[in-house]
């Protein structure tokens, strides 16, 4: 039981290590070099892919924008910062309230289990990489079936350096940061950012005269690094957001995208706080490193109105917290990278629900979490041009889960369940001539189950895990003197458990039972597509698409029986795809274009019209001039003003739609 469970936390007094950012682990294990044509886009045939982030003022919806760019991965933004929001990388991905995240996301060494706690401010991370399929499992120690999402840290160099930035503009946008960064000593060296953005919303309430959705938050980190040994390290990270919004965007289906009507409007308060202490040492051939992690994040309140079937209105207020510590050791050399991995997390919640001024629900849960894994990859060459890469995961999962209701019946549920997983991978890699590699993989995926807690129903609450295995099989070659480079993939997953959340109406009753049921079966197939083309000095062009095909292959309504095998899975976009133009001049003048596609995303496992959002296509362009250490930039976004959804909530007939077309000016300086 959960109980009996105690933290690891004496591993790391135990042990002396130095601390080194998990990218440069990582790569320490992949000894095929990763392709880097521009500094906005690296990549492998090892199905990873690195996108630089751009530092500066940040905008709420950095992180959604930032996913419209990378191959596979899509965000459907709910509205309220990443509470209700799904993350699917590969057709994989978490349901909008309580299942775990299929793709984690690091910061740096402090990982995130639950898609809700996912940043919407990208603090001064230098880059973003995505580690694709179920391998990458025996690479992290928080991992799901999809991959690992990860944010990393600029490295201190030789010498200090300092940044600003400022914007403003349309639906009065203006965010302002600014970052210092010491040099490397042998003995010290830390970095402070701190930054602020705000908006007014998109939608605008009719009947009350005043905006919605408005978004406010500060932000912030601190790291510090400090070298009492020239081989031992000592780390601190420290990380906070505070966010102050508006409520919730969201719609009626098929009426106006840009107002509502109704009389009364929320709010959306959250604070999230990171805290990471390291220790690391390098050894003769290897390096051991050891980090302790704490994340609180705090959802308090949520409050919305509806205003549902014909005219009634429907209120929620509802809070949620999580507070997760996590222990992560790991040993890293040439040949081998291993570890252990412990995480207790605690998530805590409330729901009030009135209709048309009736109270339906008042109800509170509680669910905590243990989670072990070791795990562990080898690298071995048998000849100059094959690299064989096997790793293992064993994991195990334990939750316990308790709801109290209050209305509409005073009752009390305990749940508990564990789940345990082996997982293996092999990837053979083959070098085909010095600018061609080919990557063949066949890997184990696992995300726990767990328990919903909008539902009365015990007999419902719980859902089992999702297992997956994947095949995959990619090509990269490169052009060095041509400054081309072009990636490909094709991969296959058999998932058994597939985890759908939704409202399911009850036969013969005026109820709905909110809940996550498993499909028995589903398949997800797909293709990826990078492309990077240095036409000339100034100019570079960079090409991506993905097709992407997730399937339910056995699943049955729990209460109509009604069968939806054969129809796509929920919250999975067909695709995307993005094409980048962009020219830097000796002069100091840039500019540049782009265009993104998003594919059709269904909302319900019935294929739904209503619920679906069909394949849309969003415009942008920059143009600025770089002076010494300024740079001075104008951009739009949207430029067509494209009207869609991104997110659809079938159980209140909502939506949450896209962000209009936006302009806006940026300064920003270096030393």
Not at 356 to 381: D, P, R, V
């Amino acid at each position: 039981m959960l109980g009996n469970i105690r933290p690891i936390a004496a591993l790391t007094a135990l042990t002396l290590f130095r601390h080194l950012p998990l990218s440069a682990v990582v790569s320490d294990v992949v000894v095929l070099p990763t392709l880097s044509v521009t500094d906005q886009l690296s990549f492998n045939a090892n199905a990873t892919t690195t996108v630089r982030t751009k530092s500066g003022p940040t905008v709420a919806e950095a992180w959604y924008d930032l996913a419209q760019q990378t191959v596979g991965l899509a965000v459907n933004d709910a509205g309220a910062r990443g509470f209700g929001t799904t993350t699917t990388l590969r057709g994989l991905g978490n349901t909008p309230f309580f299942s775990d995240a299929s793709a984690p996301v690091y910061l740096d060494n402090i990982p995130l289990a639950t898609a809700f706690t996912f940043p919407t401010e990208l603090y001064d991370f230098s880059q973003m990489t995505i580690y694709r399929g179920p391998q990458a499992a025996a690479q992290f120690g928080r991992a799901g079936d999809a991959g690992v999402i990860q944010f990393t840290s600029r490295p201190a160099g030789a010498s200090g350096q300092a940044h600003f930035g400022a914007a403003i503009g349309s639906a009065g946008q203006a965010s302002f940061s600014a970052s210092a960064q010491t040099a490397r000593t042998d003995t010290f060296d830390a970095a402070l950012h701190f930054g602020t953005s705000q908006r007014d919303g998109y939608l605008y309430n009719t009947q009350l005269k005043q905006t919605v959705d408005d978004r406010q938050a500060v932000f912030g980190r601190v790291q510090l690094h400090y070298r009492p040994q020239p081989e031992l390290e000592l780390s601190v990270h420290l990380l906070t957001q505070r966010s102050r919004d508006g409520a919730q965007a969201l719609v009626p289906l098929g009426e106006s995208f840009a107002s509502v009507r109704r009389s009364k409007e929320g709010q959306a308060d959250t604070d999230f706080n990171a805290l990471a202490v390291g220790l690391a040492q390098r050894l003769a051939t290897a390096t051991l490193t050891a980090t302790t992690s704490y994340t609180d994040w705090d959802l308090s309140p949520y409050a919305n109105r509806l205003v549902v079937f014909g005219g009634f209105n429907f209120d929620s207020v509802l809070t949620q917290s999580q507070r997760t510590f996590n222990e992560e050791v790991r040993y890293v050399s040439d040949w081998f990278t291993g570890g252990i991995f412990y995480s207790h997390a605690r998530t805590r919640g409330g729901a009030s629900r009135t209709f048309s001024g009736y109270t339906i629900e008042n109800s509170h849960f509680q669910l905590a979490s243990a989670t072990w894994a070791f795990f562990g990859q080898g690298n071995f060459k048998p000849t100059a041009d094959w690299l064989i890469t096997p790793g293992l995961r064993l994991e195990n999962t334990a939750k316990n889960f308790t709801r109290t209701e209050i209305v509409p019946s005073a009752m009390v549920q305990r749940q508990s369940d564990n789940w345990s997983a082996l997982l293996p991978s092999v990837s053979a890699t083959r070098h085909l001539n010095r600018r061609t590699d080919a990557v063949f993989t066949l890997a184990r995926g696992f995300k726990a189950g767990g328990y919903s807690a909008y539902t009365g129903r015990a007999d419902l609450a719980g859902y089992d895990s999702q297992r997956t295995w994947g095949l995959e099989a990619a090509l990269t070659t490169t052009e060095t003197t041509t400054g081309w480079a072009l990636t490909s993939r094709a991969y296959a997953y058999r998932v058994s458990g597939y985890q759908i959340e939704r409202s399911f109406a009850v036969p013969a009753t005026s109820t709905d039972e909110y809940l996550v049921v498993n499909a028995q079966r589903a398949h997800v197939l797909g293709a990826e597509l990078e492309s990077l083309w240095r036409l000339s000095p100034t100019i570079t062009l960079r090409a991506l698409a993905g097709l992407t095909q997730a399937t339910l292959q056995a699943f049955t309504d729990p209460f109509t029986k009604v069968s939806y095998s054969g129809n796509r899975a929920p919250y999975a976009p067909s695709g995307n795809a993005a094409l980048q133009f962009d020219y830097v001049a000796e002069s100091g003048f840039f500019c540049g274009a782009g265009a993104t596609w998003i594919g059709r995303t269904f909302y319900d496992e019935q294929e739904s019209a209503s619920f679906s959002q069909a394949g849309y296509t969003l415009l942008e362009a920059r143009a600025g001039y770089t002076y010494d250490r300024l740079e001075f930039r104008a951009f739009g976004r949207n430029l067509t003003s494209q009207k869609y959804y991104s997110s659809i909530t079938p159980g209140v007939f909502h939506g949450t739609p896209g962000a209009p077309a936006t302009w806006g000016c940026e300064v920003s300086g270096r030393w």
